[in-house]
């Protein structure tokens, strides 16, 4: 990787590779942009098989986040920090202490918050050395509930452009990955009359959902072609590609999963099949719009008021690429390049 080419192309404005051997700990923090505001994204812990590929991933995430945030109306730029190792270990004070410390040396150009492989006793860790860090537990707390409202009321919009109605009443959605957003949005989709259709790698995240909302189960890739209407994918990024999106019998893409296309090419190949997608980082905007609540001061229900406007922001969406005749995610970067144009 040609690093300072790389951070050109993307707009990064800065990255800081962190490393303290006495306690285990390795990390990068990216900060993309903070045009907006400062830069803020959660910290991710996982086992990379390189640190090519940690810092890849923290770039990624990190742009994103500044469009999340862009589109959400939010007054934060984008962040994302990592931790590399294994999340299952039991030591993680020291961790993510040492991670504070090196959160604060940015003062304030980015503030942390949960992610995959990390949980808000973590982020009161990292508050210990910083006060840069949002998703405390007794303030926002999990923001899984308000992401998967969000991801709800992406649901409804795409259903409103795609079949004339937002009644999900009836409608079968395939969610795969049964986590914390994933059982959360299972619920209200249960509430709203869908059928379902799960799948996870963990058995029992599965069974749970199935004892909430009677979700049908199914194994594995098979989530891929089930005979659904929607496909809610609520696990790990880039399950949308060359393989997985000839499988698919849906008319309707819309989950909380981040970065959901593997290539942009494959958000070109779901709109030649003719399924409407909704853009990831607009579907998923709840979590941050949570976070962003509590370093604002907002209470809880503001902060689900505003995850509701993520269906006015679909909609939107949806109309720049049709009068643009763009795909759905040019579109969604499209929104966000505007708002920081005018910022810059």
């Given at each position: 990787?040609k690093?300072?080419?790389t951070?050109?192309?993307?707009?990064?404005?800065?990255?800081v590779m962190?490393?303290?051997p006495?306690?285990?700990y390795k990390?990068i923090?990216?900060?993309?942009?903070?045009?907006?505001g400062?830069?803020?994204?959660?910290?991710?812990?996982w086992?990379?098989?390189?640190?090519?590929e940690?810092?890849?991933?923290a770039?990624?995430?990190?742009?994103?986040m500044?469009?999340?945030?862009a589109?959400?109306g939010?007054?934060l730029?984008?962040?994302?920090?990592?931790?590399?190792?294994?999340?299952?270990?039991?030591?993680?004070?020291?961790?993510?202490?040492a991670h504070g410390r090196?959160?604060?040396?940015?003062g304030g150009?980015?503030?942390?918050?949960?992610?995959?492989?990390?949980?808000?006793?973590?982020m009161?860790?990292?508050n210990?050395?910083?006060?840069?860090v949002?998703?405390l537990?007794?303030?926002?707390g999990?923001?899984?509930?308000v992401?998967?409202?969000?991801?709800?009321?992406?649901?409804?919009?795409?259903?409103k452009?795609?079949w004339?109605?937002?009644?999900?009443?009836?409608k079968?959605?395939?969610?795969?990955?049964?986590?914390?957003v994933?059982?959360?949005?299972?619920?209200?989709?249960?509430?709203?009359?869908?059928?379902?259709?799960?799948?996870?790698?963990?058995s029992?995240?599965a069974?749970?959902?199935?004892?909430?909302?009677?979700?049908a189960?199914?194994?594995g890739?098979?989530?891929f072609?089930?005979?659904?209407?929607?496909f809610?994918?609520?696990?790990?990024?880039?399950?949308?590609?060359?393989?997985?999106?000839?499988?698919?019998k849906?008319e309707i893409?819309a989950?909380?999963?981040?970065n959901?296309l593997?290539l942009?090419?494959?958000?070109?190949?779901?709109?030649?099949r003719?399924?409407?997608y909704?853009?990831?980082y607009?579907?998923?905007?709840?979590?941050?719009?949570?976070?962003y609540g509590?370093?604002a001061?907002?209470?809880?229900?503001?902060?689900?008021?505003?995850?509701?406007?993520?269906?006015?922001?679909?909609?939107?969406?949806?109309?720049?690429a049709?009068a643009?005749?763009i795909?759905?995610?040019?579109?969604?970067?499209?929104?966000?390049?505007?708002?920081?144009?005018e910022?810059?």
């Open positions: 990787m690093l300072f080419d951070l050109a192309e993307m707009g990064h404005e800065e990255v962190c490393s303290d006495s306690v285990g990390g923090l990216a900060v993309h942009s903070t045009k907006l400062p830069a803020l994204g959660g910290t991710r812990f086992q990379y098989a390189t640190d090519e940690a810092i890849t991933d770039l990624r995430l990190s742009r994103g500044t469009y999340k945030n589109v959400a939010l007054h730029g984008g962040g994302k920090s990592i931790i590399m190792g294994d999340n299952k270990t039991k030591d993680r004070e020291k961790i993510f202490r090196f959160v604060e040396s940015l150009r980015y503030i942390t918050a949960e992610d995959v492989g990390t949980s808000t006793k973590d009161d860790y990292v210990m050395e910083t006060s840069h949002a998703g537990a007794g303030k926002s999990d923001p899984s509930p992401t998967a409202h969000g991801v709800f009321r992406a649901v409804q919009a795409s259903a452009r795609k004339g109605s937002d009644s999900l009443e009836g079968t959605v395939a969610i795969q990955g049964c986590g914390s994933g059982t959360h949005l299972a619920k209200e989709l249960h509430e709203a009359g869908a059928k379902l259709i799960i799948s996870d790698i963990d029992a995240k069974a749970r959902v199935k004892q909430l909302t009677g979700a189960i199914v194994e890739d098979a989530i072609t089930a005979d659904a209407d929607i809610s994918p609520c696990a790990l990024g880039g399950i949308l590609n060359e393989t997985t999106i000839p499988k698919l849906v893409v989950g909380g999963a981040n959901q593997l942009e090419r494959d958000g070109d190949e779901l709109e030649k003719g399924i409407l909704a853009p990831d607009v579907a998923n905007a709840g979590g941050v719009i949570n976070v509590e370093v001061g907002w209470d809880a229900q503001r902060a689900l008021n505003k995850a509701d406007d993520i269906y006015d922001t679909v909609l939107k969406v949806f109309d720049i049709e643009k005749h795909p759905t995610y040019e579109a969604a970067d499209r929104l966000a390049e505007q708002r920081l144009a910022a810059k």
